[in-house]
């Protein structure tokens, strides 16, 4: 209506440390997994699976809104005062809808409370994994070293935010 004006609320996720044991998250993760697998070179993909994500040095996050998961997102410790966050992933039907970016606050957050100095991830480069860097830049992440066991390839970038 003229003269009116709207605001659009954003939605309101319900974000939960995740056992990995439902089948939902289960099977967002090896959604995942199988994407990474399939739009990275060989020899360029660093998510983890389900065993990689069952260590003690990682958190995982799932995202709900009401009953229905609608990502997940996970914080490993690298180092003292050091984590990285792996396994980023919005299910179908949910992007753009703030999921990944209130997953990624959650992970900052839960970073700056164990008092970390600093966060990296990585990550692919090419169109399909524009959302995700322009996501990270957004929050505060630059590019940087490379770091960890990772190696370096023109299919990988290294981001880090100093907390």
């Known amino acids: 209506m003229v003269g009116e004006s709207f605001r659009t609320m954003a939605p309101v996720f319900s974000i939960r440390e995740d ?3 439902g089948e939902a998250i289960r099977a967002l993760l090896a ?3 199988s994407d990474m697998l399939e739009t990275s070179p060989p020899g360029t993909s660093y998510a983890l699976d389900l065993s990689g994500l069952q260590t003690p040095d990682v958190t ?3 995202a709900w809104q009401g009953e229905e998961l609608v990502g997940c997102g996970a914080l490993k410790e690298i180092g003292p005062g050091w984590g990285e966050v792996k396994s980023m992933r919005t299910a179908p039907g949910h ?4 999921v990944a970016a209130a997953l990624l606050d959650h992970i900052v957050a839960t970073a700056r409370s164990r008092r970390y100095t600093r966060l990296s991830l990585e990550t692919g480069t090419g169109p399909d994994f524009i959302a995700a860097e322009t996501l990270y830049r957004k929050r505060g992440f630059v590019p940087g070293p490379i770091f960890g066991a990772y190696r370096p390839s023109p299919h990988n970038q290294f981001l880090h935010l100093d907390l």
């Open 31 to 33: 959604l995942h997994l």
């Open 95 to 98: 992007l753009r809808k703030g």
């Open 60 to 62: 995982v996050w799932s």
């Open 19 to 21: 056992d990995l044991t």
